[in-house]
């Protein structure tokens, strides 16, 4: 019988998100749905070892995918915005954890996770969305830009707040993960270099070991996998080199389509976690007041950071801030970690979850297609500036 339900949740899964899309909700919100009615409504697939795998293997291809996609060297080359960028974001999140502190009475690292939950966007989950955005490429390249440069910080930030018990062990956990983020790179060199000209078509899987193998680490680390996924996802750049254009642009592709295949049971499995309590008034309403404090700081500053920078009106300002909202995976991630680690109540579970659905709801029926006056404005700005304008 229990192999019939797995075939349900398949169906379920892979068809009825596509289904709700003409709606604008997105995928992942319509699996974590699904997720919280099985456990709640049905009381299935709770806890279950099978969902849990699948579940797993999805946040490590996202980061992995997410890593991937980090490119240094333009970076670098735009770096100047991207450090005050960062800077605002840095100053945002110390605002958010004061007012936590003293709003919600929480202890210092947990106010500063949950000011990283309210601000760290979802750099696979955005990414994945751009496909099929419209957005001019101008606008895609900031948002990504920004999105990893973000989220690279987050995470080293994450890293220093779960290991920060004791400085011999943060010494020891910023070692273990330092030697990673040396090896990592060396490993996939030695292996394109020695390996694969005799086991031809076998980078794919080699990548997905090694994403899951240093997941596995950080998360036994207590810093969850997705650390260990985005690092190896980013050492992968060394074997892009190794790989002919076509050959590489097949890797990514394919880590592409197993995330998309595999992040589906993540979501849901992260909505078979919720409880009847998660879902009071005062979940709700905290809920709320997170969304439009937690928006206001994303879209007002980096509204006046562009304005300042690039002289970009409202609207095109928006073009950048508005898909950049969701925050659907950091934040729950963020959540699962306060309920285990630090015993939050489920007024605060809630509110955080309820905040990750709404903001990632925000950009599909807020932001819909460019309007010609903008595109006009932007070829303009583009004659005389270029790109990097």
Request: aromatic residues 10%; glycine residues 8%.
């Amino acid at each position: 019988m229990q192999k019939y339900s797995y075939l349900i949740l398949l169906f379920a899964l892979f068809i009825v998100p596509q289904v709700l899309r003409p709606l604008r909700i997105p995928t992942a919100i319509t699996s974590f749905a699904l997720g919280v009615l099985c456990a709640l409504g049905l009381d299935i697939f709770r806890a279950d070892p099978t969902v849990e795998l699948l579940s797993t293997l999805g946040i490590v291809s996202l980061f992995l995918f997410a890593g991937l996609d980090v490119e240094l060297r333009e970076l670098r080359q735009h770096a100047t915005v991207l450090v005050q960028h960062l800077a605002i974001q840095v100053l945002s999140l110390v605002l958010l954890a004061a007012a936590a502190v003293w709003l919600l009475q929480l202890p210092v690292r947990s106010a500063t996770l949950v000011a990283l939950g309210l601000l760290t966007p979802s750099t696979g989950f955005i990414l994945d969305s751009l496909n099929g955005s419209g957005l001019p490429e101008r606008a895609r390249f900031w948002i990504k830009s920004k999105a990893i440069a973000t989220e690279l910080v987050a995470l080293a930030i994450l890293f220093v707040l779960l290991q920060s018990d004791s400085a011999g062990g943060l010494t020891i956990s910023a070692l273990i993960l330092l030697a990673m983020v040396v090896l990592v790179p060396v490993l996939f060199r030695v292996f394109a270099t020695v390996a694969l000209p005799y086991a031809p078509k076998t980078e794919f899987a080699f990548l997905l070991i090694m994403a899951v193998a240093c997941g596995v680490g950080t998360y036994e680390l207590g810093v969850y996998y997705l650390v260990g996924a985005f690092v190896v996802g980013m050492g992968a750049q060394r074997l892009r080199k190794h790989l002919t254009a076509a050959a590489s642009e097949k890797m990514i592709g394919s880590v592409e389509s197993f995330a998309s295949l595999f992040v589906p049971f993540y979501f849901f499995n992260a909505g078979t976690t919720l409880r009847q309590e998660d879902f009071g008034p005062g979940a709700l309403g905290l809920g709320l007041l997170f969304s439009v404090i937690g928006i206001t700081f994303r879209l007002v500053p980096t509204w006046l950071h562009r304005r300042v920078v690039f002289g970009e009106s409202l609207r095109m300002s928006m073009e950048v801030a508005t898909p950049m909202l969701p925050t659907l995976v950091f934040t729950l991630v963020i959540a699962g970690i306060l309920r285990e680690r630090f015993d939050i109540g489920p007024e605060l579970f809630g509110g955080l979850v309820v905040y990750a659905i709404v903001n990632s709801l925000v950009p599909g029926f807020v932001f819909k297609r460019q309007l010609p006056e903008v595109e006009e404005e932007l070829t303009q700005r583009q004659h005389g500036a270029g790109l990097s304008a």
